[in-house]
């Protein structure tokens, strides 16, 4: 699954664009502007939240909600803040409450996605995902952790689709092209899953994940591990 989870935070004051220009080159890269809600969020509050100071950024957001029940985008802020504290379970809860009061997009349903991947419910992982896939169809990391939601539940065919359409987006993913040979590892296409790791090993050199997964291949040739099967041992997506 991909930590990064995907997120670009709805922000919609202009008044805080200068300081994002302060903001650790990774937050920056997790921020987009609203398509669906003309809500404002507090721009001090999604600063604390750009700088990863995450207990003030829940508290900002908790008093922001305190004063305006019906904020989804607040909500939402404050549900990402808790993920990236590591409290899921809060998270989930805002993202939800956020959807209850009308916001709705791709991003939001992704990452609510990725919340209950953490939380190990699968199930309610791919129905979200499967929102999240259907708003925002050209968006490769939806098709990612939908594909990667299939393939923990066996679903392979279509987990192999959704990997497919993901790198077909965003051909350079080195987590999608691995966790595709794993798929292929899995029915068994060994031919096709070491076609896979070998490029992505050539390609990207440093991408441990493909290498030890040609070190399983070798060693399912010799009888030395039992294959296919989901417990061979297969270097997975972090």
Not at 22 to 27: D, F, G, S, V, Y
Not at 31 to 59: F, H, K
Not at 187 to 206: F, I, K, T, V
Not at 214 to 228: C, D, F, M, S, T
Request: hydrophobic share 40%; charged share 20%; net charge neutral.
């Amino acid at each position: 699954m991909h930590r990064c989870r995907g997120f670009k935070l709805l922000i919609i004051a202009l008044a805080i664009v200068p300081i994002m220009s302060q903001w650790p080159a990774n937050t920056f890269a997790k921020l987009r502007r609203s398509r669906i809600s003309n809500t404002v969020c507090d721009p001090i509050a999604d600063y604390y939240l750009g700088m990863e100071n995450y207990a003030e950024a829940i508290r900002r957001h908790q008093v922001l909600i305190e004063q305006q029940h019906d904020d989804a985008l607040a909500y939402y802020h404050l549900g990402f803040a808790w993920g990236m504290a590591g409290d899921h379970r809060r998270e989930i809860a805002y993202y939800q409450k956020a959807v209850e009061l009308g916001l709705s997009d791709w991003e939001l349903f992704l990452n609510l996605g990725l919340a209950y991947i953490e939380a190990e419910r699968l199930d309610s992982a791919s129905q979200v995902l499967r929102l999240s896939v259907l708003m925002g169809p050209y968006e490769p990391q939806s098709h990612y952790n939908l594909g990667l939601v299939y393939e923990r539940q066996g679903i392979l065919q279509k987990a192999e689709q959704e990997l497919l359409l993901s790198l077909r987006l965003a051909p350079n993913q080195a987590e999608a092209r691995n966790q595709l040979g794993v798929v292929y590892a899995e029915e068994g296409n060994y031919q096709r899953a070491y076609q896979e790791w070998s490029e992505l090993a050539l390609s990207d050199p440093y991408y441990a994940p493909a290498r030890a997964n040609l070190a399983i291949l070798k060693r399912i040739e010799r009888g030395e591990v039992r294959g296919p099967h989901r417990m061979s041992g297969f270097a997975h997506a972090k």
